[in-house]
């Protein structure tokens, strides 16, 4: 999924994963692949909540600042739907004009979901 591909109207927890990518960071390991979704999950976490509270406050400055560390562990990973849609945050906040901000929101929540769901389904302890 690339940036351009994100549609606000239609979120969902779907996730796209690059699963070469996944592999080569976790050296085929799939206890490390769980670590590494679960950090990513604390990230998303994280600064998503920030994200919340600064865009409430118009404060462009963290929600860029966010969005960016979202798209950065997301595409360390190989999440690439999470990626491109933290990307569309981040571009909206640097320009200052948030025209889908709520929508993205709920996208970032749908995809923490749907990594969550990946983790419990693929990689159960």
Avoid: W
């Amino acid at each position: 999924m690339s940036e351009s591909d994100f549609s606000p109207i239609n979120p969902t927890n779907s996730i796209e994963i690059d699963f070469d990518r996944l592999e080569e960071v976790s050296l085929g390991e799939v206890e490390l692949k769980r670590e590494l979704l679960v950090a990513l999950l604390q990230v998303i976490h994280v600064n998503l909540e920030a994200i919340q509270q600064a865009e409430a406050a118009n404060d462009y400055l963290t929600v860029a600042r966010c969005a960016h560390q979202i798209k950065g562990a997301a595409a360390n990973v190989g999440v690439s739907s999470l990626r491109a849609i933290a990307t569309e945050l981040e571009r909206q906040a640097k320009a200052e004009k948030f025209s889908s901000a709520t929508d993205l929101l709920v996208a970032l929540e749908s995809q923490e979901l749907g990594v969550q769901s990946y983790i419990s389904n693929q990689l159960p302890e």
